[in-house]
């Protein structure tokens, strides 16, 4: 329990949360014949709670009450060329300034010209060399079947605001995934 460094716990009456803390206090509150009993006071160290899984992985362990998401099951795979990604978070999610995870999985093609865009943050990234396998961004460094792909790109980044996103893929042909933790305020 005691670090120098800040770790990732969750509590057992909010399983669908983890939170980056420190411990900053133990105090033995009584003994018992088989040990002690102490209360520990951890510090959040970051004012943000996030989900124990992905959207990657999307059910139990992203889903909790209280976690802003509605009835309506959400997707995260795509198989055109424009869509709506939800951010149920209540952060935006900005792998470029923030450092928060989000791989974008792309399987298809593209002639050249690839061009992935969030229209409604205005975020964008693009490629103009052809391609046909995986291209995946993660945060902000892009692969090419598992080799770096960054010097063929305008070196653009995706991030996805609270809410409704609406995603614009041009020149492409394939199916799309978003994988990313949501952010709750603590």
Request: proline share 4%; with cysteine; aromatic share 12%.
């Amino acid at each position: 329990i005691v670090s120098r460094s800040p770790y990732w716990i969750c509590f057992s009456n909010w399983p669908q949360r983890m939170y980056y803390v420190k411990a900053t206090t133990i105090e033995q509150t009584h003994l018992t014949d088989s040990g002690y009993v102490t209360t520990v006071t951890f510090t959040d160290q970051i004012g943000l709670s996030r989900s124990i899984g992905s959207t990657g992985e999307w059910g139990n362990h992203v889903r909790g009450f209280g976690n802003n998401e509605s009835n309506i099951p959400e997707n995260y795979t795509f198989s055109s060329n424009q869509f709506v990604v939800r951010n149920l978070s209540d952060v935006l999610i900005d792998p470029e300034r923030r450092g928060h995870p989000l791989r974008i999985i792309i399987d298809g093609s593209s002639s050249g010209k690839f061009k992935l865009s969030n229209e409604t943050n205005g975020t964008s990234i693009s490629r103009e060399k052809g391609f046909s396998g995986r291209w995946i961004l993660d945060g902000v460094n892009p692969t090419l079947d598992g080799k770096p792909d960054l010097v063929n790109t305008d070196y653009g980044t995706i991030a996805l605001s609270m809410g409704n996103n609406r995603i614009k893929l041009d020149n492409f042909s394939g199916k799309v995934t978003f994988d990313f933790p949501m952010w709750w305020l603590s």
